[in-house]
């Protein structure tokens, strides 16, 4: 009871409720808009929010990163366009229902079902992220150094098909996190005798770089996105919530799966989705209908992926490891005002902890409640032009860029990163290792720094304590599994 | 709806140039790595050496981006060239848009960048003007008067004392 007092007091202020209110509404409309996605609106309000107090920024950029989700639905819907990559199996069942003249019943369904998803995953975060950082007292240096290395290997294992190339990528991120002072000396390293690059890499520069610029460019060279118009709206968009409550089993199966993808660095709402969709479909009694409109696939498809957001959380706030690169991005967050995610957390910054947890429960309300009132209106935005798209992120990019130290170098960096994301876009080579190598190259090198110094340098620290073996036993497992996969798959 | 649309295999990565590009800097980086790092003093054991980070680091880059480079799928060659100068167009006419801050201020920066960028989209005549005039609008109200991000002040609002009070604003 004492906890949820201090929750509401967290919350109940105006600026964490106009961030709240601003991140959903954002998040809704980037995820309405066809090549954009929340990867490049929190890249580009990343550095405004270093300004602010912790649980307004977070709460800002999970509005978007939940919002997103919700938004990505509507045009995957009315047009059989995917707002954000993991609406793709929206457009499965929901386009055919809305050529069968049901768009109300598919944006229901849809908006019931990730409304279903993102507050079962937040349950899950309240109960999971203390219980791990409860256990993650107990784990020492040794442990939490292969935490994050396991992290990198899953990251690298999830891109089955492109795993040398994620690993060069992780090389690269692990690489940009070496350049400037390090720790234990306070020496210069990859610095070239420059000041600038003393205090390492810009973060900002490489995000925005990476995933705002690169994606600016292929819009502006897109032929401008003509689409189809969105159907006309009409009331009545409640039906799903009622209609939802039919399938409990779909339901709570894919929430599972997206709660667990979730957790485990790397994966993410991609495989979520797959095995929901997948599964939703074995255990359907209409399995034929898949593909043509059936009720089951729009909400396997939303429910796993907005049950994401919030597990995603649990690794970053239980262990201070993020799984992927949304979250990676918000650790930045916590890092400029000195709030260290861990076990440690929970003891110091509870309160803030309670106003978060509320505030990403009450987040799903906010966003139902925008959606039932305004589909009507946010769906004008699938019309859109990509190039004047393109256009105005290259305009926030430059002011986030140079306003972050306002120094031109950042802006050379940001415009750097930009052109190898383009490259890498166009090549198909996956980008989200390096955030990950940048963000836990860190954390590993002082873990494993502090480990090595706790054994006097003796190596089997990390085979000798349980925790760390078995982490090490599964990367080993995972790098075998993925090696043999590819020996099998080229045969 | 068939099986293949279920399918999580993406087509295999290409980029053969960009990898072996990428293997050659970190060959290079790992080569200068005696420069570009100092041993560590005082004797605090091997793990604390500065230099251990970047050379695991950089070993990574350098053995995966060569095989990488090795196994990459064929390249699409559907107007690359178009959209790589494009890119490198902006490129260019970003960074001088941010040089020009400290010369025209943050607005008349944004616009000249603006009309250059929707330019190279392909708008043209009073669809150009509109859309470079909104998106500076746009990006002024936000940043200038909403956040109130605050920009060093330009050399053309010192110039004359009515100049400065425009200033103020953009």
């Not at chain 1, 020492?140 to 294992?157: E, I, R, Y």
Request: net charge positive; glycine share 12%.
């Amino acid at each position: 009871m004492d906890t949820l007092l201090v929750a509401f007091d967290q919350v109940a202020s105006l600026p964490v409720l106009v961030a709240l209110v601003a991140g959903s509404l954002l998040g809704i409309i980037i995820g309405a808009i066809p090549g954009l996605g929340p990867g490049v609106a929190i890249a580009i309000l990343l550095p405004f929010t270093f300004g602010l107090p912790p649980l307004i920024g977070i709460t800002l950029l999970m509005g978007i990163y939940a919002g997103a989700w919700y938004g990505g639905a509507i045009p995957a819907i009315l047009i059989n366009t995917p707002g954000t990559g993991v609406s793709v199996m929206t457009t499965y069942d929901g386009y055919p229902m809305t050529q069968a003249g049901q768009p109300q019943r598919a944006l229901s369904l849809a908006y019931a079902s990730s409304f279903f998803g993102g507050t079962f995953s937040v349950l899950v975060l309240i109960f999971a992220a203390p219980l791990l950082a409860a256990l993650a007292r107990q784990i020492g240096s040794a442990d939490l150094a292969m935490a994050a290395a396991l992290a990198m290997v899953l990251v690298v294992t999830a891109h089955r098909g492109a795993e040398l190339p994620a690993a060069a990528m992780l090389g690269l991120g692990l690489f940009l996190s070496t350049v400037g002072l390090e720790g234990a000396y306070g020496t210069p390293r990859y610095t070239f005798g420059t000041t600038w690059l003393l205090a390492g890499v810009p973060l900002i520069a490489i995000i925005l770089g990476l995933f705002a610029m690169s994606q600016a460019f292929l819009l502006i060279a897109s032929d401008g996105g003509q689409r189809a118009a969105a159907p006309e709206m009409r009331a009545g968009l409640f039906s799903g919530f009622v209609e939802v409550l039919r399938y409990p089993g779909t339901l709570l199966r894919s929430a599972g799966f997206g709660v667990g993808m979730g957790i485990l660095p790397g994966v993410g709402e991609f495989l979520a989705q797959f095995f929901a969709y997948s599964t939703a479909r074995s255990a359907s009694r209409t399995p034929e209908l898949f593909g043509k409109g059936a009720p089951e696939g729009i909400i396997a498809s939303e429910t796993s992926n907005n049950a994401v957001p919030a597990a995603a959380l649990v690794p970053l706030l239980a262990l201070g490891i993020p799984g992927e690169v949304l979250t990676a991005m918000m650790l930045a967050v916590f890092t400029v005002h000195n709030v260290d995610p861990g076990p440690s957390l929970f003891a110091e910054h509870g309160d803030f902890v309670a106003g978060l947890y509320l505030s990403l429960f009450l987040m799903n309300f906010v966003i139902v409640a925008i959606l039932l009132v305004g589909t009507r209106w946010i769906a004008l935005v699938t019309r859109l032009d990509d190039r004047m798209l393109g256009i105005a992120v290259l305009c926030f990019a430059m002011a986030g860029t140079y306003s972050a130290n306002y120094r031109i170098t950042d802006c050379v960096l940001a415009v750097g990163f930009g052109l190898l994301g383009f490259a890498l876009r166009r090549a198909r080579v996956p980008m989200v290792p390096i955030i990950l190598g940048v963000v836990l190259g860190p954390i590993l090198e002082a873990r494993t720094r502090q480990a090595l110094g706790t054994a006097g340098g003796d190596l089997t620290i990390f085979v000798t304590r349980p925790i760390s073996a078995i982490l090490l036993a599964v990367m080993l497992a995972l790098i075998l599994n993925s090696l043999f996969g590819r020996l099998r798959a080229r045969r | 709806m068939s099986q293949d649309a279920l399918s999580t295999t993406e087509p295999r990565p290409a980029g053969r140039w960009l990898f072996a590009g990428l293997a050659l800097v970190a060959g290079v980086l790992l080569l200068m790595i005696g420069r570009q790092t100092q041993p560590g003093f005082g004797n605090t054991g091997w793990w604390n050496e500065p230099r251990n980070g970047p050379l695991v680091a950089l070993s990574l880059l350098f053995v995966f981006s060569t095989l990488a480079a090795i196994f990459a799928g064929p390249a699409r060659h559907d107007r690359m060239d178009r959209e790589s100068v494009l890119a490198l167009v902006l490129s260019a006419g970003f960074l001088g848009a941010v040089w020009l801050i400290g010369i025209l201020g943050y607005g008349l920066s944004v616009l000249c960048f603006t009309v250059f960028a929707a330019f190279l989209a392909g708008f043209r005549g009073r669809r150009l003007a509109w859309v470079s005039l909104g998106l500076t609008l746009a990006m002024v109200l936000l940043f200038r008067e909403a956040l109130g991000l605050w920009f060093p002040r330009a050399w053309l609002f010192q110039q004359a004392p009515w100049l400065t009070a425009i200033g103020r604003y953009l």
